[in-house]
């Protein structure tokens, strides 16, 4: 294995001396950091030196939660981030209909439309995808994944119908006046269906997969999450693990609702192997607050009857989970975008470790967090609940939230200082496929806090570009129990790497997002570099 030195250039190490002069590598770990003098004092006629030439180096990117294999799919789907009406949408599927030659039958399917950014303003219904075709079953995705639209064939091939009930958890949209499906379907009516679907082969997933690795390498991350483990996202990362195919690490989160037995029946991935390894278990508790099926405890604006989301789970079932994590000494990771929701966890985890007699809660994660309360944040501190901020919401949308909740509501959404100022480990993520795994757009947005129509939300928790790099560098090492491996450049740490062509901590900070991935190192291997 070679040895590096790497020098003059800006060395971020995110260590309390934030910078240093060089770094000594060898077997893919970091040996010795500090001046130049002391670094070359390793140098021999082995040693490969690595001229910076100004250049800025930190450690690289771990992402905290997103979804690998779900984002290595929608790379063979339809586009639709770009539809701003229901015409736009229907193009879209039709050209690639055009330009595919797809059999009767065969499904077509398409990811990222936002009924918030549609013309319309709505969702739109099967009548809307029947007009693309009658002969190919479509479906198409929100942005946000919670929730998605079917066509008249899709509902035919899945089977759902006007006898069809609402799942616990979801809802099937009708037709006014009338149980008829119209093809929109929402949380578990949609994630359960959607399912049905039948997928390409694994060998075409795992090409995929491949795609997938690579574009995560491009934006600087060396770490990624598979954010819910089911039998197909296993098997798939299991073979892609045994074939020696990862290049980067991924850390998968088992279903503990449905797929519990995964994670018993596989202890040897408890561990790293060839990459890939389980971290813990996931549960979900509410929905999108864009989509306004997350669980609020005051009403979203403009909603008759006082409707606040909802719920998915009784606090009894969540507490035999919250038990069955602790006694596994697994650690539990739950989406909760509500700040209803985000009671429901934490009362329960404080209801169970109290039963308990202990405060041992292994590290649990709030995902999202997004309408977390000032208070929550205290209570989370006081049981070592890490909260990992989807910050993004503040630019893509952020409008959003000041129409559904109000401005003073919307303001407080991913309250990043807010919790550094009460002590807590946090963290940021991009929920990939929701938005690419950029996380240089994700510093941009903790530390400028802007949305898409160019409105500062929130400006009082606006952090620093330091404190933001530590959300998906050292913090995010901690959130997996692996700050002694990663994270920062330190001694004794992986040799993982970032090479970017400006330093954030001295760009304009509305800049940072402009800011390039030029390299990418992992165990001191190139994995990625910019022509």
């Given at each position: 294995?070679?040895?590096?030195?790497?020098?003059?250039?800006?060395?971020?190490?995110?260590?309390?001396?934030?910078?240093?002069?060089?770094?000594?590598?060898?077997?893919?770990?970091?040996?010795?950091?500090?001046?130049?003098?002391?670094?070359?004092?390793?140098?021999?006629?082995?040693?490969?030196?690595?001229?910076?030439?100004?250049?800025?180096?930190?450690?690289?990117?771990?992402?905290?939660?997103?979804?690998?294999?779900?984002?290595?799919?929608?790379?063979?789907?339809?586009?639709?981030?770009?539809?701003?009406?229901?015409?736009?949408?229907?193009?879209?599927?039709?050209?690639?209909?055009?330009?595919?030659?797809?059999?009767?039958?065969?499904?077509?399917?398409?990811?990222?439309?936002?009924?918030?950014?549609?013309?319309?303003?709505?969702?739109?219904?099967?009548?809307?995808?029947?007009?693309?075709?009658?002969?190919?079953?479509?479906?198409?995705?929100?942005?946000?994944?919670?929730?998605?639209?079917?066509?008249?064939?899709?509902?035919?091939?899945?089977?759902?119908?006007?006898?069809?009930?609402?799942?616990?958890?979801?809802?099937?949209?009708?037709?006014?006046?009338?149980?008829?499906?119209?093809?929109?379907?929402?949380?578990?009516?949609?994630?359960?269906?959607?399912?049905?679907?039948?997928?390409?082969?694994?060998?075409?997933?795992?090409?995929?997969?491949?795609?997938?690795?690579?574009?995560?390498?491009?934006?600087?991350?060396?770490?990624?999450?598979?954010?819910?483990?089911?039998?197909?996202?296993?098997?798939?990362?299991?073979?892609?693990?045994?074939?020696?195919?990862?290049?980067?690490?991924?850390?998968?989160?088992?279903?503990?609702?449905?797929?519990?037995?995964?994670?018993?029946?596989?202890?040897?991935?408890?561990?790293?192997?060839?990459?890939?390894?389980?971290?813990?278990?996931?549960?979900?508790?509410?929905?999108?607050?864009?989509?306004?099926?997350?669980?609020?405890?005051?009403?979203?604006?403009?909603?008759?009857?006082?409707?606040?989301?909802?719920?998915?789970?009784?606090?009894?079932?969540?507490?035999?989970?919250?038990?069955?994590?602790?006694?596994?000494?697994?650690?539990?990771?739950?989406?909760?975008?509500?700040?209803?929701?985000?009671?429901?966890?934490?009362?329960?985890?404080?209801?169970?470790?109290?039963?308990?007699?202990?405060?041992?809660?292994?590290?649990?994660?709030?995902?999202?967090?997004?309408?977390?309360?000032?208070?929550?944040?205290?209570?989370?501190?006081?049981?070592?609940?890490?909260p990992s901020f989807f910050i993004e919401h503040t630019y893509y949308w952020g409008d959003v939230h000041i129409k559904n909740l109000g401005m003073e509501r919307a303001s407080r959404i991913s309250p990043a200082k807010t919790a550094i100022e009460n002590g807590l480990c946090y963290t940021f993520h991009q929920d990939t496929p929701v938005v690419?795994?950029?996380?240089?757009?994700?510093?941009?947005?903790?530390?400028?806090?802007?949305?898409?129509?160019?409105?500062?939300?929130?400006?009082?928790?606006?952090?620093?570009?330091?404190?933001?790099?530590?959300?998906?560098?050292?913090?995010?090492?901690?959130?997996?129990?692996?700050?002694?491996?990663?994270?920062?450049?330190?001694?004794?740490?992986?040799?993982?790497?970032?090479?970017?062509?400006?330093?954030?901590?001295?760009?304009?900070?509305?800049?940072?997002?402009?800011?390039?991935?030029?390299?990418?190192?992992?165990?001191?291997?190139?994995?990625?570099?910019?022509?």
């Amino acid at each position: 294995m070679k040895e590096q030195i790497f020098y003059n250039g800006q060395i971020i190490t995110m260590e309390e001396d934030t910078y240093a002069e060089a770094v000594f590598t060898r077997y893919g770990m970091i040996q010795h950091v500090g001046t130049k003098e002391e670094v070359f004092t390793h140098k021999t006629e082995k040693t490969e030196m690595i001229d910076l030439n100004g250049k800025t180096m930190l450690p690289s990117f771990i992402d905290p939660h997103s979804h690998l294999t779900a984002f290595a799919t929608t790379l063979k789907l339809v586009p639709l981030h770009d539809a701003k009406s229901f015409a736009d949408i229907i193009s879209a599927l039709q050209i690639f209909q055009e330009s595919h030659s797809l059999k009767e039958g065969e499904w077509i399917i398409g990811f990222g439309y936002d009924n918030n950014d549609l013309m319309e303003k709505k969702h739109p219904t099967k009548e809307v995808l029947d007009q693309v075709s009658t002969k190919h079953p479509i479906v198409i995705s929100h942005a946000s994944g919670h929730m998605g639209v079917m066509n008249s064939p899709a509902l035919q091939e899945i089977q759902i119908t006007s006898d069809t009930l609402n799942p616990e958890g979801g809802v099937i949209g009708r037709i006014d006046s009338s149980n008829e499906p119209n093809g929109y379907l929402e949380e578990n009516a949609f994630i359960q269906n959607s399912a049905k679907i039948p997928q390409p082969s694994i060998e075409e997933v795992c090409q995929l997969i491949d795609e997938a690795q690579n574009i995560y390498c491009s934006y600087g991350i060396t770490t990624a999450q598979e954010g819910i483990v089911n039998g197909k996202e296993f098997y798939l990362l299991k073979q892609m693990s045994d074939e020696n195919r990862l290049k980067i690490d991924v850390i998968g989160y088992v279903d503990l609702k449905n797929s519990k037995d995964l994670a018993d029946s596989n202890q040897r991935y408890r561990s790293y192997f060839n990459h890939f390894k389980i971290g813990g278990y996931k549960i979900f508790l509410d929905g999108s607050p864009q989509g306004k099926t997350a669980w609020l405890t005051k009403p979203y604006g403009n909603e008759k009857d006082g409707y606040c989301g909802y719920p998915i789970y009784k606090d009894e079932e969540v507490q035999k989970f919250i038990q069955t994590a602790l006694d596994e000494k697994m650690q539990l990771l739950t989406h909760c975008n509500g700040d209803a929701a985000c009671d429901q966890l934490i009362n329960n985890f404080e209801t169970v470790l109290h039963e308990r007699k202990d405060n041992q809660s292994n590290r649990p994660v709030m995902i999202h967090a997004q309408t977390v309360r000032y208070d929550q944040l205290v209570s989370m501190k006081q049981i070592n609940m890490i909260p990992s901020f989807f910050i993004e919401h503040t630019y893509y949308w952020g409008d959003v939230h000041i129409k559904n909740l109000g401005m003073e509501r919307a303001s407080r959404i991913s309250p990043a200082k807010t919790a550094i100022e009460n002590g807590l480990c946090y963290t940021f993520h991009q929920d990939t496929p929701v938005v690419v795994p950029d996380m240089l757009h994700t510093i941009w947005c903790a530390v400028n806090r802007v949305t898409k129509a160019g409105v500062f939300i929130g400006e009082f928790e606006k952090i620093s570009p330091l404190d933001a790099l530590k959300g998906v560098t050292i913090n995010a090492a901690y959130q997996y129990f692996e700050e002694d491996l990663k994270g920062s450049i330190k001694e004794g740490k992986h040799a993982d790497f970032v090479i970017l062509n400006h330093n954030p901590l001295t760009v304009d900070s509305m800049m940072i997002k402009d800011i390039t991935v030029l390299q990418t190192i992992k165990n001191g291997e190139t994995i990625f570099k910019r022509d």
